[in-house]
Nanobody, 119 residues
Framework: QVQLVESGGGLVQPGGSLRLSCAASGNIFSIYSLGWYRQAPGKQRELVANIVIGGSTNYADPVKGRFTISSDKAKNTVYLQMNSLKPEDTAVYYC?????????????WGQGTQVTVSS
């Protein structure tokens, strides 16, 4: 089992910055990918960015050049640095982890943290 706890959400003005954190616990050794998703009101949940452990990063087009995903192995934490925030970035942001076991791939989610970009 993997548990994910997000923090760092809040209210920020357009053009501002915010950093989200997601701390993982449990069977962290099984995790092979960490990512951030977001869901705006009336919209489906969408991928923002993900990082494959020991591999590459991937970003959705709307956030390229503005957001950066990173991880700290010592703290079992993944971050999302969000710069030049826009009102359309407003959403609930969810941390995601993919893990492998002997049977199947497991998909874990954090509880979500609200990000509101408004003047």
């Amino acid at each position: 089992q993997v548990q994910l706890v997000e923090s760092g959400g809040g209210l920020v003005q357009p053009g501002g910055s915010l950093r989200l954190s997601c701390a993982a616990s449990g069977n962290i050794f099984s995790i092979y990918s960490l990512g951030w998703y977001r869901q705006a009101p009336g919209k489906q949940r969408e991928l923002v960015a993900n990082i494959v452990i020991g591999g590459s990063t991937n970003y959705a087009d709307p956030v390229k050049g503005r957001f950066t995903i990173s991880s700290d192995k010592a703290k079992n934490t993944v971050y999302l640095q969000m710069n030049s925030l826009k009102p359309e970035d407003t959403a609930v942001y969810y941390c995601n982890a993919l893990s492998e076991d002997v049977v199947t791939t497991q998909n874990y989610w954090g509880q979500g943290t609200q990000v509101t970009v408004s003047s």
